[in-house]
């Protein structure tokens, strides 16, 4: 079937965008989770929208699977080509193209590396408020596709946010121009909305237009110590009730091994804790910092927080944000498996008391790791697969406490997959956070945008 699909794509497209080596077909048949084999059939480098249009129409025509496929940062194999599929990157479609100043827009292809918008806002005073620690690699359009969260959701929202308009190329090889950067558009439906989340499986994200913001001003940044888990949780509410938050993060001490062992830095606090959290806030003329350290005092007095470092110069700052933006890259080597859940902020406790209790009881033997965006309700949990067992024997090991965990989820209302997405791993726990009459609208709409399959067929959902 894949020397067809090779002669059709050489047939119709240019060569010079289609590779089928080895050292292509590895690297760019995967994202950054390894339990499954990359073996697609080429990978193709569009330089534009209509060349995109053209691979999506051929496989309307001929019959086979495309695989979108942004900076491959992706947790939970939505960009992993294992069935022959062709994959088309969005490498080549990577320029920015238009910025206004009155709209405070940037217009972008989809191919365009987060961090490039970061640099261009800031090169204008202003921010695209959206960070989380894959932004280094990861490419707009897969962060449209996942609709990506990370550090600072509490205080600006997620990726959805600040999406003003979109150009899609539909599964059915048709160009969607949604929302053309509107700030108000009560026109029905939001399409730019089903596009957001749907990790390729509706269509291609080839454009965006990203709405930029003012920063923040005189940011201040603070470490404690905590002596337990919930504990984090009742400081963070503590605080959310003075002040408006930039960011309330936390992690175990275990994961804080990993960060100083990678990463080579000293520890934050002079001695270890349990749990410690960040903490992000704007000093707004001194009023913000009187009255966190007036909380921190009694707090402290209370036993909740051990001990902190404060900081508020950009440096510091930057080394202390570092000890939570690195935990990913960290642990990435001893091949974690990532449960991503969110509950509403009003449950976490109860739902981390519970969550505690499984772990402990059935993942004695495996070291667990604790952290994420607690005061947006999600929670990393990360179990570190043990040097000596064997990679899959892990996944079936972790997958029987999902048995376990996800109707915990569920219990609580919450999600299966906060912010990374359901792509194959989480495929089988979807029933946990939809129920199914919404599977067949999700599959309805499918039908809609991509009535032949084509697009990351079994990624979220089985067809
Ligand atoms: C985070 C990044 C991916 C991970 O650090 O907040 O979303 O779980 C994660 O390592
Ligand atoms: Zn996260």
Redesign the pocket.
């Known amino acids: 079937m894949n020397q067809e699909i090779l002669h059709i794509l050489k047939k119709y497209l240019p060569e010079e965008i289609i590779r089928t080596e080895k050292e292509f077909l590895i690297p760019y048949g995967q994202d950054w989770t390894r339990y499954h084999q990359p073996d697609p059939t080429a990978i193709l480098f569009p330089r534009n929208v209509e060349e995109v249009q053209e691979i999506i129409r051929l496989a309307n025509e001929y019959q086979f699977v495309v695989v979108p496929s942004g900076g491959r940062t992706g947790l939970s194999a939505g960009a992993v080509a294992t069935n022959k599929e062709v994959v088309v990157s969005l490498d080549r479609m990577n320029r920015i193209l238009e910025y206004d100043a009155l709209d405070q827009s940037l217009r972008v292809e989809a191919g365009v590396i987060t961090q490039n918008v970061h640099d261009f806002a800031k090169e204008k005073h202003l921010v695209f408020p959206v960070n ?1 620690a894959s932004e280094g690699s990861s490419r707009i359009g897969g962060n449209i596709a996942t609709n990506a ?2 550090i600072k959701v509490v205080r600006y929202g997620m990726f959805r946010d600040w999406v003003l308009g979109l150009k899609v190329v539909t599964g059915k090889g048709e160009i969607l121009d949604l929302n053309q950067g509107l700030i108000k558009n009560a026109t029905g439906y939001d399409l730019r909305h089903l596009f957001i989340g749907s990790e390729g499986t509706l269509g291609m994200v080839v454009e965006a237009t990203l709405k930029l913001t003012h920063p923040p001003k005189d940011k201040q940044v603070m470490i404690f110590g905590i002596p337990d888990m919930l504990r984090v949780v009742s400081v963070m509410q503590a605080f959310r009730e003075k002040i408006d938050l930039l960011a309330f993060e936390f992690f175990s001490d275990n994961t804080l091994d990993y960060v100083m062992e990678h990463t080579q830095v000293p520890t934050p606090l002079p001695k270890r804790y349990p749990f410690y959290a960040l903490m992000e806030f704007e000093s707004n003329n001194g009023e913000n910092t009187d009255k966190v350290f007036q909380l921190y005092q009694d707090l402290f007095q209370k036993g909740w927080i051990n001990d902190d470092v404060f900081s508020d110069d950009e440096i510091t700052m930057k080394k202390l944000w570092g000890y939570r933006e690195n935990i990913s890259a960290s642990i990435a080597a001893s091949i974690p498996y990532k449960n991503d859940l969110s509950v509403r902020i009003s449950r976490i406790s109860d739902f981390l008391k519970d969550i505690e209790k499984i772990v402990f009881e059935y993942y004695p033997d495996f070291k667990v790791l604790w952290y ?2 607690i005061a947006d309700g ?1 929670l ?1 949990l990360n179990i570190i697969k043990p040097d000596e067992m064997e990679i899959h024997t892990f996944e079936q090991a972790c997958k029987k406490v999902n048995d376990i965990i996800c109707p915990i989820v569920r219990q609580y209302q919450g999600s299966i997959s906060a ?1 990374h997405g359901v792509g194959l791993l989480k495929k089988p726990y979807l029933i946990y956070s939809k129920s199914d009459l919404e599977i067949e609208y999700l599959k309805g709409i499918k039908k809609v945008f991509d009535p032949n399959g084509v697009m990351n067929r079994g990624k979220l959902l089985d067809i």
């Open positions: 989380f969260g990370g994420g965006h999600n990393h912010e």
